[in-house]
């Protein structure tokens, strides 16, 4: 499978879980899901592999935590981060809500202007990435799969 066809199947995917309400720490497809259980489930479903287990985590948890444990995460399970200006629809994107603050909020890039993500009270949708979203990110990931 070429490289786009990868990045039309991981949006295709992600977007079979808009509509999924939003529950902390869920991570099932129409069930509940918060941000960071949609990004693990369109992973096992990408590739066919389950990520790692993140453990129990509170609603505040990067503001308490102090570390970065969505960001080393996503470099364990994706390498490095890419440029910004480098993004493709697929890309994981990383979003931090205020400098000095950890990253605590994840969604799937749909294009150059659009991502899925899950929110409360708003459950996955698809969102504008105006510029509030856009100055808040923090990374993006590319989901490493063969091309």
Known sequence: MSGEQNRERI????????????RHQGARKGV??????????VWAEITGS?????????????ERA??????????????????????VAGDIV????????????A?????????IHSY???GVIVSALVPSWRRRIAAVHRIPLED
Do not use: N
Request: aromatic share 8%; charged share 15%; proline share 9%.
């Open 120 to 122: 409360e009270p708003a």
């Open 11 to 22: 949006v295709a995917v992600a977007r079979t879980w808009i509509g999924t309400p939003y």
């Open 32 to 41: 509940g899901c918060d941000c960071l259980g949609l990004v693990r489930g």
């Open 107 to 115: 969604g799937i890039l749909t294009g150059p202007d659009h991502f």
């Open 66 to 87: 102090g570390s970065e444990r969505l960001m080393t995460a996503a470099r364990q399970h994706c390498g490095d981060p890419v440029p910004l200006s480098h993004a």
């Open 50 to 62: 389950a990520a790692q287990e993140p453990g129990a985590y509170a609603p505040d948890w990067a």
């Open 94 to 105: 990383l979003f931090r809500w205020r400098a000095g603050v950890a990253a605590k909020h």
